[in-house]
């Protein structure tokens, strides 16, 4: 894995948990979409699926859209 990739890898991580936190703040359909919108967009599906695995329904959104 090279520099880049590590650094992606990273950022992902960071949006994802950033996402988890403020999730539990503020918890409606519309976030948990904007989350899947961000995971797709981010990449990295087995560390959203990771962050997320004690939450099956943003584990269901994050399987459909990645």
Known sequence: MDILEK???G???EF???SKERLER???NDFREQ??????SCGFKDIWLFVFKDDKDMVSRLN???
């Open 16 to 18: 994802a948990m950033g």
């Open 7 to 9: 650094l992606a890898v």
């Open 35 to 40: 989350i899947a919108e961000t995971a797709r």
């Open 26 to 28: 503020n918890n409606n």
């Open 11 to 13: 950022q992902a991580w």
């Open 64 to 66: 459909e859209v990645m």
